[in-house]
């Protein structure tokens, strides 16, 4: 069964932090590529983070230096820690999985999406 339930989101103050997580059903884990995709309410979701199954990673330019995503195999749980958070990163987060070999940021490719968490910065 396709599972996917985001937890972690919330509100907080610029240059706070925040750590989402996902826990994925075992036939979701086994995919090959997993990622935290947002979106703003009018705007187009866009990819934050991705992890391959070889552990390899990408994050768009809006994350880097400032977010980490992992994966914890034996809890079926993927994470995204968010430090010195923005205004900018207000947005629903969904955690998302396929199966494809190339492991890209590009929201389009996913096939299965959980139901998002709200994260709110405030200035």
């Known amino acids: 069964q396709v599972q996917l339930r985001e937890s972690g989101g919330g509100s907080v103050q610029a240059g706070g932090s925040l750590r989402l997580s996902c826990a994925m059903s075992p036939y979701t884990w086994r995919r090959r590529c997993m990622g935290w995709i947002r979106q703003v309410p009018g705007q187009a979701r866009e990819g934050v983070a991705v992890?391959?199954?070889?552990?390899?990673?990408d994050y768009a330019d809006f994350a880097k230096g400032r977010f980490t995503i992992s994966n914890d195999n034996t809890q079926n749980t993927l994470s995204l820690q968010m430090n010195s958070l923005k205004a900018g990163d207000t947005a629903m987060y969904y955690c998302?999985?396929?199966?494809?070999?190339?492991?890209?940021?590009?929201?389009?490719?996913?096939?299965?999406w959980g139901q998002g968490t709200q994260v709110t910065v405030s200035s």
């Open positions: 992890i391959g199954a070889d552990g390899s990673t």
């Open positions: 998302a999985a396929h199966g494809g070999y190339a492991c890209g940021l590009d929201p389009s490719d996913f096939d299965y």
